[in-house]
């Protein structure tokens, strides 16, 4: 099957800090990866997709210079929560699409990665 | 939003027993999904099932999909205590380029 990894896995950072989250993954090429934050006892929201080698595309309200993506590659792409706050603080997921054939664009979620910004 | 609506909020049953989850979105769709998740963890892809499917089943899960009243139940025959999790649809809206929206979720507590 496929599988999508996360690291870090958890992170505590000061505020004012960045903090970088990959997604990686691990069996095949994602053509597409979506970011997604859960706050406890939510549901998941979308923050933004991300195509390999172009620009993300950000939901509304998901402010770019705050949350930068970068998806370099077909099997890694990277979130980084710059100047980080407490209001930060969240349940970051991602997910990897594409590459396998299948005609549902069927995602393959990550562990999530828990951000505490103290 | 296109955000879908799960009932019940939270569902608590005895092992054994039967569970129903009930989704409802707003906009057409190419297919729905359902997904589990355990406290503080990923999510679980359960099953898949789409536009023009009505029922598909899967183990103890039985999915229904009526697109007439764009609605979805989730159904866990013989439930266990390691059921217990939140439960969320999610769809793929036609047009919107794969993405999905999660509805609210489903907060399943099974009991011994």
């Known amino acids: 099957g496929a599988v999508v990894s996360q690291h870090p896995s958890w992170v505590i950072c000061k505020s004012g800090t960045s903090v970088k989250i990959e997604c990686r993954s691990l069996d095949f090429q994602a053509t597409t990866m979506f970011w997604y934050r859960q706050f406890p006892k939510q549901s998941l929201m979308l923050m933004a997709t991300s195509n390999e080698g172009s620009k993300a595309t950000y939901e509304q309200g998901v402010e770019k210079d705050k949350f930068l993506i970068n998806h370099a590659s077909l099997t890694l792409s990277t979130l980084t929560v710059t100047s980080a706050h407490p209001e930060d603080s969240s349940f970051y997921i991602c997910?990897?699409?594409?590459?396998?054939?299948?005609?549902?664009?069927?995602?393959?979620f990550g562990p999530g990665t828990r951000l505490t910004v103290l | 939003s296109q955000q879908g609506e799960e009932d019940p909020q939270a569902l608590s049953i005895q092992e054994g027993e039967n569970a129903t989850m009930n989704c409802s979105y707003k906009?057409?769709?190419?297919?729905l999904q359902w997904y589990r998740q355990n406290s503080g963890r990923g999510l679980v892809h359960l099953i898949l099932?789409?536009?023009?499917?009505r029922e598909k089943h899967s183990g103890r899960l039985r999915v229904t999909l009526d697109t007439s009243k764009k609605s979805s139940s989730l159904l866990i025959t013989a439930s266990r205590a390691a059921d217990t999790a939140s439960y969320f649809c999610a769809t793929d809206h036609t047009g919107t380029a794969s993405k999905l929206t999660f509805g609210t979720g489903t907060r399943l507590q099974v009991t011994l």
């Open positions: 906009t057409s769709i190419n297919n």
């Open positions: 099932i789409r536009s023009n499917e």
């Open positions: 997910s990897a699409a594409g590459g396998l054939g299948r005609g549902d664009n069927e995602q393959f």
